[in-house]
């Protein structure tokens, strides 16, 4: 009976899991998602300053300016910080020499070019909004009792909050999560205890039978004695 009741305990407590893991797996999702979305708005951004780079050929300190390169592979916010640093020294320098020729500033690429970037500026602070939105509802989820038991062990960490420092920039650690790898171990060591009681459970269930077998057996054993001994006696 007690076997029986900490089996029952053990799929509880799997079957809880699974729905934690769900729920924090949807909202991770989201989190990596919003992390995505700003990482394209800064890859924007960098082609409009590349693009002001560019114009600013044949202007007096050009030679200080270099294109911004984005790796291909960048998705953490560190990345993103470090792009975004890039981003705003090359404007403010462009910006200085724009103030040194009139010509420059009065150039209808370069103007449109500011317009656009004083754009996407506002669409990268909706992003850094939502991203935060997101993070706070994951955490929270992660945070609520019983779940915050289980977070860590099924593989999902407090996700960073988009944060901006002194210098005005963005700073963020990578968020990653090992969901997967570590749900399938504990899958299969849950399966294993499983298994493991199933097979102890199965052995004592077989030994009460056999001892049953035995006391029947001799009590048979006594009963027939008995009649013998009452057929002798008459």
């Known amino acids: 009976m007690f076997g029986l009741l900490v089996l029952l305990l053990l799929v509880g407590i799997f079957g809880y899991a699974i729905k934690t893991y769900n729920g924090l797996r949807f909202r991770s999702e989201g989190v990596k998602r919003s992390n995505s979305d700003l990482i394209g708005m800064l890859r924007k951004r960098v082609t409009l300053v590349n693009q002001l780079i560019d114009i600013c050929k044949g202007y007096g300190e050009h030679e200080k300016l270099t294109h911004i390169t984005v790796s291909e592979g960048a998705t953490n916010v560190a990345e993103s910080a470090s792009i975004a640093r890039a981003a705003n020294t090359v404007i403010d320098r462009v910006t200085a020499i724009a103030s040194n020729f009139p010509d420059l500033k009065a150039n209808r690429t370069y103007e449109k070019l500011m317009d656009q970037l004083h754009s996407i500026e506002g669409e990268i602070q909706e992003k850094r909004e939502l991203y935060n939105r997101t993070v706070e509802l994951y955490n929270t989820q992660r945070a609520t009792f019983p779940a915050v038991l289980f977070s860590d062990t099924l593989g999902f960490p407090e996700a960073p909050y ?27 060591r849950i399966g294993d205890n499983a298994t493991e009681r199933g ?9 009460q ?10 009590s048979n054993f ?4 008995q009649d013998k001994d009452d057929e002798n006696s008459k």
């Open 199 to 207: 097979k102890l459970l199965a052995q004592r269930a077989g030994a």
């Open 222 to 225: 006594h009963e027939n004695d």
């Open 209 to 218: 039978i056999e001892n049953f077998r035995e006391v029947k057996n001799a």
């Open 162 to 188: 988009y944060q901006t420092n002194e210098d005005g920039l963005d700073a963020k650690i990578e968020f990653k999560t090992d969901d997967g790898a570590i749900l399938r171990e504990t899958m299969k």
